[in-house]
Each structure stands twice: as C-alpha cells, then as structure tokens.
C-alpha cells in the first residue's frame, strides 16, 4: 500500500485491526516520508524512529493477541513542549536544546497507554511565543501549501507535519491562538478545549492560566479520537477539572445544525485587518451553515479592542514568572565560565533566551513589579473578567459564536512584521483563552493565493462534543478539509 498517508484516523485504525497493514509497515511508511519530504517543510525537531518502531511492534502484538485498543499502532507527532522521558524537549529553544525530559507528559502518557506510536517531536515559536513559528532556534519551519509563507504558531510544525502527511495527527498547545491560528494558516481542523478539560503536567509552561493543549488533524472526526484518548482529569494537575469525558467519537452526530443558534459578532467582522477573501471565505462557509439550518444572530461582543492589551500584559506576566525557572543552574544551558552566580544567571539567560522571548519577560517583569502591578496586572485581570461576562451574556442568545481564526491568511516567511503587528494578528483568538472557553478552527476553502482560510466556532464551557460534531457535519457537506497542500500532492 503506497497511499497509507492518505488515510483517515478511522481508517486507519480498521485498517490495522483487520490485518490490512501492521503499525511496523505504517509506521516505516510515514518515516521514510519524513526522511523524503522534511527537508524541505522542516517540521520536525527531533524524529524519533527507535522508539516509534518499537512502539510499533508492541501494538502489533497487542492487535494479534486482540487486546488492543482502537487506536494502537497509530503514529502522532508532538509539538516539542510536551515532556517526553529519554527524549529531548526544546519547547523549541536554546535554553532548552540540551534538555532530555526525565518523565512523560499526562497527555504523552495518555498517548502511549492508547497504543499510539511516537513519531518525534515537531517545531515551534520558543516557549510558544509567536505566530508563525520563525523564533524557534532551530529555524523556520514552512507552510506546506507554499514553502515561501509559514505555517502559523505556535504549533507551526503540528500543522505543518499534519497538511504535509508527515503525521496522521498532532498535539498542539493554545495559549492565545497557538492551535486555531496554525490550524487556519495550514487547512486543517484544530480544537482548543476548555481550560482543564486536558492535564497540564509535564507541558512546558508559557502562561499557565491560558495554557491548554488540543488535537491538530485533518477533520473533526480525526480530532475526536485524540480527544478521546488525551482529554480528562490528573490528579497531577490541579487544575485540571475532574469532569466527565465525553466520547467525542460518538457525539460526532449528536448536535443538530438544524436550529442550532449561530452568534455573528458585528464588531468581529469590523477589525481594521481583516483581509476581504477571509471575510469572504468565512461568510460563504456561514452562509453554508445556515443551508444546513442553522440559525444565524447578530450578537454583540463589544471589548474587542481590550483583547490584544489585555492578554499581551497578562502573558508575559505569568511567563516571566514561569520563565524565572531557567537560571543556568538546575537544568537547560548555562553560559561558559561564568565569574559569580550573578554573571551566571545574567549571561545564561542573555544568552539562552531569544528575542521574542525576553521582550517577554522585560514586559511581564515591568507589569508586576510593585509600582505597576494594580495599574496594569491587576487592571488587565480585571478586563479579563469583563470580556469572559460579555461572552457569558451572548451565550444566553446563541449556542456558538463564529469568527475568523485570523484576520488573514499566512504570512511570508520573514515578512518581520513589528510585535506589535504580529500581536494585532491575535485579535480573534486572544480573548477564548482569557476567558477559558473551548473554541475550534475549521478550513472553509482558500484566498487568491492558495492559501487556507480558516472559520472558528467558539463554545461555552464544556462544549467540546459540539463543535466538533457541529465541525464534523459541516464537513460531511463540503469537501475544504479534504484539499491537499501543494507539497503534500507533489507527494502523494
Ligand atoms: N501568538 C500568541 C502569542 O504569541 C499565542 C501563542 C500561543 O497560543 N502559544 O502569545
């Protein structure tokens, strides 16, 4: 079988349990493509061929026996700030290039109980600060539909092993955007779920009230088996809510579009930036909804404008917090021949860090120093709050709230927008995590470029079934997320 990238999650899994094809063959597949193909889209930063075979082996043995569950011997990809044991964890950073995780991530180790087999790990902006992935330290990665642009990020290299064929399906993380933004930027299917609905533990930490990690796949349905096996509560995450999992599998058909109330958010489709062929996209994949029988409802969102001040002091706040942890001495790099302890923390992070990333923390360490904290810290948590009530009150209009993921399309590889433009491309994704609501990225078709466009449906809490049931029937009508980056149809 030459075409197993091809295949859907589902597919695969029958394919496997019917003896079609061993995980060994599939596995030695997608690893001869990566050595093929990632040269050129450079996704991934570590592959991981021993442990992927050997994981491999032992679901084959567990197929044979008939103990199996229904996704052994599947491959996936990490994004490279989950924890992995015996396996370099970058979270794509000279800080930590040297570091080799002594255990395993909840979700990693969810992953390996499910039988899934780890391909490796995949790129990323350092720490997951950034939008397009370009300040990794291990370089750029590329979007897959056009090598010129990039893939989105944080979680550039899922998407990009993900529209590439070089993964089945990915981990991502969002912290304000970082799976729905690659997602829309590489055609693909992304969900953020609802803060503490997956375990944090062993996840490199950015911004800890906003962290939260999700599937990147082809479809909803590809999704939903990840969330099956990555989503629930750990006790080794406090706040991770011990809540009952849904089977997002089986729900996949369980929210009728007919009458389902859809929020249209006047002031979202008023930003400055938004490009007129997303606008467009986005509006015919609506109006597509609305066929199908959705209800579409003016609602009004009205603090769009605090979304990109508000997250852009609470970030950094909590990562020049998280990010105090590097100090050269206890693990990742420490600088040569340091004269005191002061010159060691003070080059060791001057010289670990990139740019983004202490641009960060200066900010963070600004708004909470003492004579800032209540005029900004304390302030912008206050303005959280205030846009999690004016989600809260269009809620009691609409079941979901469609948007953009961003305002345009990818960007071009060193396009060196300003902070302050990268950060303004944030605007449609910011506030779901400032407000902990679960929000997805569907494809809903391309600009003149032929680049992918992506529409997000955001949620109340705990809402994760629908939409991806509400993604999933969208799907069944319209063919978007099947469309192949240009790379991956040079390759097919
Ligand atoms: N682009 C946003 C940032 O740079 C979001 C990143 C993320 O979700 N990890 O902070």
Redesign the pocket.
């Known amino acids: 079988m030459t075409n197993l990238h091809r295949l859907s999650i589902r597919e695969l899994s029958e394919g496997l349990q019917q003896g079609k094809f061993s995980s060994r063959e599939l596995t030695q597949h997608y690893l001869k493509r990566i050595e093929k193909i990632d040269a050129q889209v450079k996704s991934y930063v570590t592959v991981t061929p021993e442990l992927a075979l050997s994981q491999a082996n032992a679901a084959d043995a567990a197929i044979k026996a008939g103990n199996a569950t229904a996704l052994a011997g599947i491959p996936l990809a990490h994004k490279d700030i989950f924890c992995t044991q015996g396996v370099r964890t970058s979270a794509g950073s000279k800080m930590l290039d040297n570091f080799i995780s002594p255990y395993d991530a909840t979700v990693v180790t969810k992953a390996k109980a499910a039988g899934l087999v780890t391909l490796g790990k995949v790129n990323m902006?350092e720490f997951?600060?950034?939008?397009t992935s370009e300040s990794s330290y291990y370089g750029a990665t590329k979007n897959p539909w056009n090598l010129d642009y990039v893939p989105g990020?944080?979680s550039g290299g899922s998407a990009a092993v993900v529209a590439a064929d070089l993964a089945p399906f990915a981990t991502g993380?969002?912290?304000?955007?970082?799976i729905r933004?690659p997602a829309s930027f590489c055609g693909l299917t992304g969900l953020k779920p609802t803060y503490g609905r997956i375990s944090r533990f062993g996840i490199i930490a950015?911004a800890s009230s906003l962290d939260q990690a999700g599937p990147m796949a082809r479809s909803a349905e590809d999704c939903a088996y990840l969330m099956n096996v990555i989503a629930g509560h750990d006790a080794k995450d406090s706040t991770s809510v011990d809540k009952e999992v849904d089977d997002y599998v089986a729900n996949l058909n369980a929210t009728s579009v007919k009458g389902l109330r859809i929020g249209i958010p006047k002031q979202y489709f008023n930003v400055a930036g938004l490009a007129a062929d997303v606008k467009a996209r986005v509006e015919e994949s609506l109006k597509k909804l609305e066929d199908m029988g959705a209800i579409l409802v003016e609602v009004d969102l009205n603090m769009v404008e605090a979304y990109v001040p508000t997250y852009y002091l609470i970030?950094p706040a909590e990562a020049s917090s998280n990010l105090s942890r590097y100090d050269g001495v206890r693990y990742g790099y420490r600088c040569e021949n340091p004269v005191d302890l002061m010159d060691l923390y003070k080059r060791s992070r001057s010289e670990g860090f990139g740019e983004e990333v202490k641009r960060r923390i200066l900010i963070g360490t600004y708004a909470l120093s003492a004579g800032y904290y209540d005029a900004y810290y304390v302030k912008a948590q206050k303005v959280r709050r205030l846009i999690q009530q004016d989600f809260l009150k269009a809620f009691e209009q609409v079941d979901v709230i469609a948007a953009p993921s961003a305002p345009t399309t990818a960007y071009k590889i060193g396009a060196n927008l300003s902070p302050t433009e990268m950060y303004l491309g944030?605007v449609y994704t910011l506030a779901v995590n400032l407000a902990g609501l679960p929000a997805i990225n569907a494809p809903v078709g391309l600009d003149d470029h032929n680049l992918p466009v992506g529409l997000q449906l955001i949620g109340n809490y705990w809402s994760e079934s629908q939409l991806l049931s509400i993604v999933h029937q969208y799907q069944q009508n319209t063919d978007f997320h099947t469309q192949r980056a240009a790379i991956a149809e040079e390759n097919a």
């Open positions: 902006d997951a600060m950034g939008s990020g944080s993380t969002d912290t304000g955007g970082s933004q950015f970030a944030d």
